[in-house]
T-cell receptor, first 113, second 116 residues
Framework: DSGVTQTPKHLITATGQRVTLRCSPR?????VYWYQQSLDQGLQFLIQ???????AKGNILERFSAQQFPDLHSELNLSSLELGDSALYFC????????????FGPGTRLTVL | AQTVTQSQPEMSVQEAETVTLSCTYD???????LFWYKQPPSRQMILVIR??????QNATENRFSVNFQKAAKSFSLKISDSQLGDAAMYFC?????????????FGTGTRLTIIP
């Protein structure tokens, strides 16, 4: 158990819908990262938040957005869903700054029908 | 942009034997970090081992060790005394030593099968 929690574990929805994925980082970690794992794109970095502020952005679609709240939990919002958004979405957390390691949550499996 | 290449999509090894998984990367940075993550059928991403680029000594964690060749930009993972629980996808990952740009760049993975 990495100490990072993600809810829900599974999500099945229809095209055009909007969903919210939630992540709680390990106690003491200030950074939260979101990654997408799909069959065709592999593991890709989406976005990083540090202590409530956006820190880095990767290949995140405009239909996707994220935020980190004062209690440091984070949410990834996916809207106007398409079939190709079906993937495993991971959240990771780290203390951030210097030599630190990202610890991953169990992931949320999103299926868009 | 940094890239990570894992040229072995699949590997297999007899239980109790040793196997080496390959990883190469491309970067113009001199300071960075390298990682091996394991993803078993449960899909959880589990850190196996990490290496700081400025350290010449290869990292070891119990049965897992790396061969880090900075000049060749190579970072292979050796698993000794392979066990059934080692069966998983293994991902090599790179991270810059850059406060504010800490994303992990992953390779495409190597699926490791353990033969009883």
């Amino acid at each position: 158990d990495s100490g990072v929690t993600q809810t829900p574990k599974h999500l099945i929805t229809a095209t055009g819908q909007r969903v919210t994925l939630r992540c709680s980082p390990r106690s003491g970690d200030l950074s939260v990262y979101w990654y997408q794992q799909s069959l065709d794109q592999g593991l890709q970095f989406l976005i990083q938040y540090y202590n409530g502020e956006e820190r880095a952005k990767g290949n995140i679609l405009e239909r996707f957005s994220a935020q980190q709240f004062p209690d440091l939990h984070s949410e990834l919002n996916l809207s106007s869903l398409e079939l190709g958004d079906s993937a495993l979405y991971f959240c990771a957390s780290s203390i951030s700054g210097g030599w630190d390691t990202q610890y991953f949550g169990p992931g949320t499996r999103l299926t868009v029908l | 942009a940094q890239t990570v290449t894992q040229s072995q999509p699949e590997m297999s090894v007899q239980e109790a034997e040793t196997v080496t998984l390959s990883c190469t990367y491309d970067t113009s940075e001199s300071d960075y970090y390298l990682f091996w993550y394991k993803q078993p059928p449960s899909r959880q991403m589990i850190l196996v081992i990490r290496q700081e680029a400025y350290k010449q000594q290869n990292a070891t964690e119990n049965r897992f060790s790396v061969n880090f060749q900075k000049a060749a930009k190579s970072f292979s993972l050796k698993i000794s005394d392979s066990q059934l629980g080692d069966a998983a996808m293994y991902f090599c990952a790179y991270r810059r030593e850059d406060f504010g740009n800490e994303k992990l760049t992953f390779g495409t993975g190597t699926r490791l099968t353990i033969i009883p």
